[in-house]
């Protein structure tokens, strides 16, 4: 089943032309459209389904800076900051709020990684609190387990995953932006080797900026332009279970299993980092450069099935511009639920939290994360398609640091001073020929 959303509706009118087209309505390509038409720009925002229908919806809502990459803590922590001044500024609700982000933990290992992690944390301004086995136990009271330690990260928060995407398409459109769904994106035309335009099902439309927002789509959409984009997709499934006044925290992690509240009285339940590998032809192109990823978590990953083949998402055939494509035959990735791994969670978890088995389970969805060889996205300048920016390949961080991934490419578009140092998400560190760190998390 999909996981629950606001839908909303489209623009009435298709533009002949824009400033620039943002192509994917999740959570970076809405915040993308939302930041270009502060910029000043006449921006068409496209979905070929509805605004946050895929992973945008299907995560956990976390907005974290707590044990992210080196990479990626300047654009998490920008991204807090521009969650709250979202809000102020549009009025729209996301359901963000600083809650805090708590962790427990038995293994000492994993407590001297998150105690190392808070000292570099520290050294840029970053608050990450460790917590001994008292302070975690009591703070955990509700598992009724004693436990070695933990960390609370204060400044860390939520949002609802249900309503942040749209609320960006919305704000988009209070500044003049169109929101166009049910609406693929087949191509981009040039002249002079430079983007001229968008051709969608409904037309064409003229621009020299595009930004492919695409989640798991981009890589296969890139291809069609002989643009390299290594990416691959795994399928992760989660469940939500009625918790009316049970006493849980908003956001808690434990390696058997985490806990985050939806917004709607219930709350998500999930193992973190478990997933399916869906063979594809694309899965299959870029292996070798995914194999450090894999083996590093290899404990978490399960072999899948032809669920990605039917998607759709990860082919490399070549797309006629004047014929439907893949995308307008699969409008909504809604993957197959693991009920293995539905099963598994809901076992962990009443044995976390032996209240939980009463809590009634009022729904299960699946989503596709796009990731790359180094688990860091790529938010760049496509050198062979001038006027293409991507950014794509989140790696399951998306949501999180969607507003300030928005506000970077909105940046990069406009020559204005970047809100981070963009290099880490450069596209060409794929073609280095050096070897790629990859990110923990």
Excluded at 188 to 209: P, Q
Aim: glycine letters at 12%.
């Amino acid at each position: 089943m999909p996981a629950p959303l606001r839908l909303i509706e489209s623009s009435p009118d298709f533009p002949a032309e824009a400033d620039a087209v943002v192509i994917g309505a999740g959570i970076v390509g809405s915040f993308a459209a939302y930041y270009l038409a502060k910029a000043g720009l006449k921006v068409a925002l496209l979905e070929k389904g509805v605004v946050g229908g895929e992973q945008s919806s299907r995560n956990w809502g976390w907005c974290r800076q707590q044990n992210r990459d080196a990479r990626e803590l300047p654009i998490s922590t920008k991204s807090l900051e521009l969650w709250e001044q979202f809000s102020a500024d549009s009025g729209e609700d996301t359901g963000f709020r600083r809650c805090g982000l708590f962790y427990v933990s038995n293994d000492e290992a994993e407590l001297a990684g998150w105690a190392n992690w808070g000292e570099f944390a520290r050294t840029v301004g970053v608050s990450s609190l460790m917590l001994s086995s008292e302070e975690a136990s009591e703070r955990a009271a509700f598992t009724g387990q004693r436990w070695r330690g933990g960390v609370f990260s204060p400044t860390d928060g939520i949002a609802n995953p249900a309503l942040a995407a749209p609320a960006a398409a919305k704000a988009l459109m209070k500044l003049g932006g169109g929101v166009h769904q049910s609406c693929a994106a087949r191509g981009i035309e040039t002249s002079g080797g430079a983007v001229s335009g968008v051709v969608t099902e409904k037309g064409t439309i003229s621009t020299r900026l595009v930004i492919m927002a695409g989640g798991a789509w981009a890589s296969s959409f890139c291809y069609q332009l002989g643009v390299r984009l290594p990416q691959a997709a795994v399928r992760q499934s989660i469940m939500a279970v009625a918790t009316g006044n049970l006493a849980l925290p908003d956001a808690f992690y434990s390696k058997s299993v985490s806990i985050t509240r939806r917004g709607d009285g219930c709350h998500t339940l999930a193992i973190s980092g478990r997933a399916r590998v869906d063979p594809t032809s694309q899965f299959l192109r870029f292996h070798r450069e995914f194999v450090p990823m894999f083996l590093r978590r290899w404990r978490n990953l399960s072999p899948g099935g032809l669920e990605g083949i039917r998607s759709g998402h990860e082919g490399l055939t070549r797309w006629r511009l004047d014929r439907p494509t893949p995308m307008e035959s699969m409008r909504i990735l809604d993957p197959k639920v693991d009920a293995s791994a539905i099963s598994l969670t809901r076992k962990r978890a009443t044995a976390l939290v032996p209240a939980l088995e009463s809590a009634p389970i009022v729904g299960s969805w699946a989503g596709y994360v796009d990731s790359t060889p180094d688990g860091v996205p790529v938010i760049s300048e496509a050198p062979s398609a001038p006027g293409l920016i991507l950014a794509a390949g989140f790696s399951g961080h998306g949501f999180g640091i969607g507003p300030g991934a928005g506000r970077l490419v909105a940046d990069l578009a406009t020559g204005a001073p970047p809100i981070v140092d963009p290099r880490p998400y450069s596209l060409s560190r794929f073609n280095s020929g050096q070897d790629l760190q990859v990110a923990d998390f």
